[in-house]
């Protein structure tokens, strides 16, 4: 065994490994040089022939062409892996271009395009747009808004109650405390959010919907202030003047409350399906926020006052869409939803 067979075996292996165009083909390469019974072994078996001033540069060379072929059978192997997936992808087509497009694009949730444009009506008025939370405590619940426990209201709201003692709020009020604390004495805030009730579903009950609350607080604030607001929100939601009318209401967070109603905008008062031949529709309950709630937002109501207000998105999609059923809107039914975009 000489130095000269490990340089042939090299000038082999390089004109061995250039021709190689598959897999198969790269492991038969390596096992002809590094198998047990490979080219490699072959040479080290003979390495006691091997005079012994030469003994030192022929393992030094046998080591370094056995880097080599590992080395470049590994490079082979990698590049081959990834011509192979390259052209799984371009046989499995995941894109053809050829086929005819299906045109049908999706759009907003009706909810949404609504809750947009209320919210956005309402910044431009210099309301500041505030969240709250889904999962409340039972105290910004209901305490908080001055409805202590054993107090009747609470059995008007069936409530989603959380093993830990918390809850689903059941009304975008939960959130009223925290933003007064952080907003008060003086302030105009809106907080639109996800509502939950434990519920039987009907055409006009879900027991997961969605309002808007809007809070202004501030000196001599009058219920004239309240149907100002209101006022402007439905003329620029409805492109129009709309007349609204109170009715007295009963809610523990306002005294006095009210039932605010708006002379239906699609048949002018005169009576239609929308309105259920009324010519009125039920819009907003409202009215002065209740000194015990201004009380325990910390502020203080010999001082200071204001009037808080709540909208029913779902509603309001109702009434611009004519929909009679509210369970559509929590529902997946394309055939259904996909007809609000040109309503809206
Ligand atoms: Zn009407």
Redesign the pocket.
Known sequence: MELSNITENEKSFDCDISKVASLAELEEIRLKYLGKKGLIQDIMAKFREVPVEQKREFGQKVNALKNKIETEIENKKQLLLTEQINKEIENTKMFDYSLPVDTKTGSLHPRTIIQKQVVDIFKNMGFVVEDGNEVETEYNNFESVNVPKNHPARDMQDTFWLSNGELLKTQTSAAQNRILRTYGPVCKVIFPGRVFRNEQLDARHENTFFQLEGVVVGKNITVANLIYFEKAMLKALFKKDIEVRLRPGFFPFTEPSYEMDAK?P??G???????G?S?W?ELCPCGMIHPNVLKMAGIDPEEYNGFAFGLGFDRLVMIRTNLDDIRYLNSNNLKVMSQFKTKM
């Open positions: 239906c699609f048949c008062g005169k009576g239609c399906h929308t309105c031949n010519g529709l």
